[in-house]
């Protein structure tokens, strides 16, 4: 059942989503989950069990809790009728023993589609290698989305904007938690953009590469398209921390360190480390 568990909650991280899941690590007497049972949640779905009945609802509420807020708990359950409470959450159960949980939650790893796949594209999957972050292309010239040129690419997409979207939904387009607009035509990348926003709820988050005035027309296209203001405005450009970035190189390190300061939850700043 362990296998089956880990399996299931990895195809859901594959599909871009977290997972709450609880471990029996410790039991004593009489109980219905012996150490090693698993259960494991997503917004939407259940999977395995920790021992069913009063229990396994108490532990399914408890991560649906930590689900949202993202931090672990380790929780003792008293599975006896009238239990004081003294040695964990009591629970109004006959079977008499006490069963210790751990949960914990798991966030997928970022899964970045890079939309065109020329120098800045290659050096910021160089720079997600040691991170083990996925990546995958996607270009109009089947030469610079061939597997020859990507060999460690989850996907290698090899078609036209409208050929892409017209294949793509909401939740399929969930599988990648960033997608960035670095093609070598403007009006590939506007093609995409509007395309994108019209499907796109949430994830993936999507960044495009470019100068003020490219985005001011990008602006306007997408507004004369019926996309508003508020959806437009999920969309970074230009991408990256802003650290002086020229080559592809440092641009690769300065996406990279946006996208994890949005992971961890900070904002990038210019302070100093101090002792």
């Not at 059942?1 to 471990?23: F, K």
């Amino acid at each position: 059942m362990t296998q089956r568990v880990l399996e299931w909650v990895t195809a859901r991280l594959r599909d871009g989503e977290a997972v709450a899941m609880a471990s029996v690590i410790t039991a004593q007497g009489s109980v219905p989950g012996k150490p090693g049972a698993h259960m494991a949640v997503t917004d939407s779905e259940v999977y395995g069990t920790v021992g069913g009945a009063g229990l396994e609802m108490k532990v399914m509420n408890h991560l649906r809790e930590i689900l949202v807020s993202g931090e672990g708990r380790i929780e003792t359950y008293q599975l006896q009728k009238e239990a004081s409470g003294k040695a964990g959450t009591p629970l109004n159960s006959l079977c008499g023993g006490i069963l210790t949980v751990a949960m914990e939650v798991i966030q997928p790893m970022p899964h970045i589609l890079l939309a065109g796949g020329g120098h800045c594209a290659q050096a910021i999957a160089d720079a997600s290698a040691p991170l083990g972050w996925s990546v995958s292309v996607l270009d109009a010239r089947p030469e610079y989305a061939s597997e020859e040129l990507w060999p460690d690419a989850e996907e290698c997409i090899a078609a036209q904007p409208g050929d892409f979207l017209a294949r793509e939904t909401t939740e399929s387009l969930a599988r990648f938690s960033h997608i960035l607009l670095l093609g070598h035509d403007w009006a590939i990348d506007e093609a995409l953009l509007i395309g994108l926003l019209e499907r796109a709820e949430g994830r993936p988050k999507i960044g495009c590469i470019g100068s003020k005035s490219k985005w001011k027309a990008f602006e306007k296209s997408v507004l004369n398209s019926g996309i508003g203001q508020e959806i437009l405005d999920t969309v970074i450009c230009p991408i990256g921390v802003n650290i002086g970035a020229e080559s592809p190189q440092e641009i690769a390190v300065a996406v990279l360190a946006q996208i994890i300061a949005e992971v961890k939850g900070v904002k990038p700043t210019s302070e100093t480390w101090r002792d």
